[in-house]
Every structure is written in C-alpha cells, then in structure tokens.
C-alpha cells in the first residue's frame, strides 16, 4: 500500500503546477488553453486507465483521497505528481464538484494526417460544426459501438478531447482515429480519391430512405453529419454524391445529432465484423 501511494503529494506543497486544472468550467478558455499548452484533461479512474491503455502520456492527477490508490494504478508506473485533497479544495481549483473523484492532464497527441485515417476505413463519420461536446463524445461512442472505423472533425467542430466529450464517450475517443479536416473541396477530393462516398444525413427533397440506401450500400462510406439546429452547410451538401434520411413517424421530423449517428451506423455497418459482440 505504500508503494502505491508513494507519488502522492500534498497539495500545499504545490508550486503552480495545478494550473492544468483551473477554470475547467470556462469552455472557452479551455478551447483556447488546452490544445495551445498541448494537454487535455481525462475524468475518472476508468477514463484515465484508458487513456493510459492508448498509450498517451500523463502529466499529473488531481483526485479526491477515497481515489488515490485507484487513479495511481490505473497510471500504470507512469512517474507523475498525484495530488490529492479535500472535496473543497479541489472544487475551488477545478470550479466544479468532482462527482467521480478524479482527473488527469495528459500531453494531447498529434493528429495523424488524414490519408493515414482513411487508408484501412470502410465506413466513418464527418462532424461537420458539431457544437456541443456530449452529443461529439457520444458520436465517438457510437462509432466504436457500431463498428464505424474513423472520424473527422470539421475545423469550427467541437474538440474531441474536451472533458466532456471524452467523458460522454467512455474514452472512446482516445481508440477511434480521428483528424481534422481540410476544407471541403480538399476533403471531397481525398475521399474520393481512397474511393469514399460521400453520404450527407439530411431531410431534402433528393434524400433516400437509409434502408435503401444501407441494402445497396458502397463499399467505402463517409456519413457526414451536421450541426445541431441548422444542420448540414450548403458546402457540404454540395459536395456530397447522395443524401440519406432516416424515416420519422408521429410528426417528428428529426433526431438529435448523436442519435442519428447510432442508427445510421447501425444500418451500414456490417453484422459480420468481428469486433461485434453477440
């Protein structure tokens, strides 16, 4: 037990190293922070263990005293500061109750280029200006659930390794690959060229059943998906070689975004993959 608390330390003997944590509930400050200073923060034990399990590499904990000995093997040896203190002290330093008793900075990885995204997919997913963070993570967890291969995150997208959407997506997103993309020209040109067709998840008037569209389905797909509210841009209906509906009853004319995703992904991805539990 000693051994496992030994990269514990004190709070008071802290030097400013806490600033990963502060201000976590400015959104905004953290959209300009964290990818600036390279870092983003993992909640919760499990969360941390799977960040660690993608190979990403942790710079310190911050974790309620009932967590330590959980968070310090769930790092796995990673030689990195623990701090640990009252349930006061961290709200006061993170601007939030920390309901599941811990967080981590992780150094944020690099984005792989988009070519080596696409090179093995069969089937992924474009967020085009997806806004809000629960409905990116639980894109990311619906991906990974359905068997999707890859995402792409438009550049006004919401991050991905937000809190709150890593949070959303039981670190899903930390085992899909993903990248930000060019702009739609550019994007529209290398997904065609790994031979992607391009289907955008719209209600217009030249839209197909996704049942149609699913029973015949290419061979390499990229569903594009739209903000929430005004849906998918001109640009990228533009761009798009056919556009697919999911059929509502009751006078309900949509789903929200994430859910759309899960039973779009559903429909196209194939019952015989493997990684498919029964």
Known sequence: ????????????????????????????????????????IAESPKVIRRAIAAGHVPRSALVLPEKANEVVLALDGHDCPVYVGTPKILQEIAGFHLHRGALASFERPALPPLEQVLTSARTLVICEDIVDHTNVGAIFRAVAGMGADAVLVTPRCA?????????????????????RTLDWQATRDVLHEFGFHIAALALTDRSVSLKDFARERPE???????????????????????????????????LNVASASA??????????DPRMSQ
């Open 263 to 272: 039973v779009a992904l559903y429909a196209l991805c194939p019952d015989d």
């Open 220 to 254: 390499r797909v990229a569903l594009v998906l739209g903000t929430e509210g005004d849906g998918i841009t001109n640009e990228a209906m533009n761009i798009a070689d056919s556009v697919v509906r999911i059929p509502m009853r009751s006078g309900v004319d949509s």
């Open 159 to 179: 991050d991905p390794f937000y809190r709150r959407s890593i949070r959303v997506s039981m670190g899903a997103v930390f085992s899909v690959p993903w990248t």
């Open 1 to 40: 037990m000693r051994i496992l608390l030994a990269h514990i330390v004190d709070l008071s003997a802290t030097d400013g190293t806490l600033r990963d944590y502060t201000d976590l509930t400015d959104v905004a400050l953290r959209k300009v922070r964290e990818p600036a200073e390279g870092i983003y």
